[in-house]
């Protein structure tokens, strides 16, 4: 498992791109047959990659689980969010198995002892992008497709922002501890995935960029509002946010990705607007 220790602001406006990408880009989650990690001490929350081609794969694999965190199974004290961003699979949650295509989500909660990742086709694999975040109550392990999700168009095509927010994890759509979860869609043409920007110092975040085509790219804007920074992104690659961060991006064609969220509230408009000519 990756550690990615914490940072203050004052320490990143120093930063090269290198030591930036270093510390909160996360890249290659998706390997055959193999649980990729890394565990961020921002919010402690946790990002999972997992790739099942030819066996199905155990969420804690090659993950020494006490060392990390103190408890004997990975869910003991935490909940998760399950996207499958490939082919059909399947994820089975103390005995109980559930269907996921392309852009489907699953809500695992608090003390599920037993999670198991698998694709139906090997040639088309299934990739799982999971977030953990630490959860105090035990809710319902709950299933949402695309399609069910809560829907929220915004944005518009003169500001190069139409999109769709498909909220998933989320109060407006079922109980969780603390973490939210959603995907939004930028429509064609559209390449702002937030503008104006924002912060909500009460909650951090982590975003993975996909649906990004060929030879396109992503950049992600961080930093203080008055002292910005960027990401490149390339498809499948996720990125940690704090919450004395700014978080929005721009790519090179319109494109998709998730966001998650952890901290004090889920109040998803509980957020500091930054007015577009105060951005430096």
Not at 56 to 83: C, H, K, S
Not at 110 to 117: P, R, S
Not at 236 to 250: Q, T
Request: proline share 6%; hydrophobic share 35%.
């Amino acid at each position: 498992m990756d550690i990615r220790y914490s940072t203050g602001p004052q320490d990143v406006k120093r930063y090269t791109t290198e030591e930036l990408r270093k510390e909160f880009l996360i890249e290659n989650l998706y390997q055959p047959d193999r649980v990729t990690a890394a565990y961020s001490h921002v919010d402690r929350m946790v990002v999972l990659g997992i790739m099942p081609v030819e066996q199905a794969l155990p969420i804690d694999q090659g993950i020494d689980v006490w060392a990390n965190f103190g408890t004997r199974y990975f869910l003991e004290r935490r909940e998760a969010g399950v996207f499958n961003l490939g082919g059909p699979g399947a994820v089975e949650a103390d005995g109980e198995t559930y269907s996921l295509d392309f852009q489907d989500c699953l809500y695992i909660t608090k003390e599920t002892k037993d999670v198991v990742f698998s694709s139906r086709d090997p040639r088309n694999p299934a990739r799982f992008y999971l977030v953990s975040a630490p959860a105090h109550k035990v809710c319902k392990t709950t299933f949402i497709s695309i399609k069910d999700a809560n829907k929220r168009p915004c944005g518009a095509e003169e500001t190069a922002n139409k999109r769709v927010i498909n909220q998933f994890i989320h109060p407006d759509v079922l109980e969780t501890c603390q973490l939210s979860m959603g995907l939004t869609q930028l429509a064609p043409g559209s390449v702002w995935n937030s503008m104006p920007c924002h912060t909500h110092e009460r909650r951090m975040e982590i975003y993975t960029y996909f649906n990004v085509p060929d030879g396109n790219v992503v950049f992600h804007m961080m930093g203080q509002p008055q002292e910005t920074r960027h990401l490149v992104m390339q498809n499948f690659d996720a990125v940690i946010s704090p919450s004395w961060s700014i978080h929005c991006g721009c790519g090179t064609s319109n494109y998709t990705f998730i966001w998650a969220m952890g901290g004090e509230n889920q109040a998803f408009d509980d957020m500091d607007n930054i007015d577009i000519p105060d951005i430096r």
